[in-house]
T-cell receptor, first 115, second 114 residues
């Protein structure tokens, strides 16, 4: 069974640039969600994708967008980067079905630094 | 809006001690509650998940309890070891979301001294 993998692990961007982060979900999982974790804080829910459509969104502006592909992998795109976007971005996958526990499995994250 | 609070923010104990981490949440309409472990700069490792209909879950030296009516959960770690040093995060998912859209606390940073 393959776990959740994310790429890249680290990257540095400058203000105003755009970034794409990638996530491969755990084998058999059909739902992917993304979280932002600032230093010293708990993760904050960005959005979730199920069946290639956004299925719930946290309090993040539209410049945060995503995609889910037929193989359930996902991308997080952030446009017009701001200094406050510097954070660890975590991807989590789960299996959405009746009677499922709803347990989420997280990847190791992508550390984004915006200068 | 769901809010999750974890107390204490940091805890330092000698090896071998039993300890309790606390988590409270404001909205009792939850689907489940998960406890995670996070090592510095790393992702989250799921430790225990408690469904809203359950009272507790156990895995090895870990035991988590849930009192949904009072909005509280505790994580009990028995016979702590230096390898248990990490940040422990509590998270709840709202009812009707099939376990997604977690709201996290800010974590308890645990240090176990040899």
């Amino acid at each position: 069974e393959t776990g959740v993998t994310q790429s890249p692990t680290h990257l540095i961007k400058t203000r105003g640039q755009q970034v794409t982060l990638r996530c491969s979900s755990q084998s058999g999982h059909n739902t992917v969600s993304w979280y932002q974790q600032a230093l010293g804080q708990g993760p904050q829910f960005i959005f979730q994708y199920y069946r290639e459509e956004e299925n719930g969104r946290g309090n993040f502006p539209p410049r945060f967008s995503g995609l889910q592909f037929p193989n359930y992998s996902s991308e997080l795109n952030v446009n017009a980067l701001e200094l406050d976007d510097s954070a660890l971005y975590l991807c989590a996958s789960s299996l959405r079905q009746i009677s499922n526990t709803g347990e989420l499995f997280f990847g190791e994250g992508s550390r984004l630094t915006v200068l | 809006k769901q809010e999750v609070t974890q107390i204490p923010a940091a805890l330092s104990v000698p090896e071998g001690e039993n300890l309790v981490l606390n988590c409270s949440f404001t909205d009792s309409a939850i689907y489940n509650l998960q406890w995670f472990r996070q090592d510095p700069g790393k992702g989250l490792t799921s430790l225990l998940l408690i469904q809203s209909s359950q009272r507790e879950q156990t895995s090895g030296r870990l035991n988590a309890s849930l009192d949904k009516s009072s909005g509280r959960s505790t994580l009990y770690i028995a016979a702590s070891q230096p390898g248990d040093s990490a940040t422990y995060l509590c998270a709840v998912s709202p009812w009707g979301t099939s376990g997604s859209r977690l709201t996290f606390g800010e974590g308890t940073q645990l240090t176990v001294n040899p």
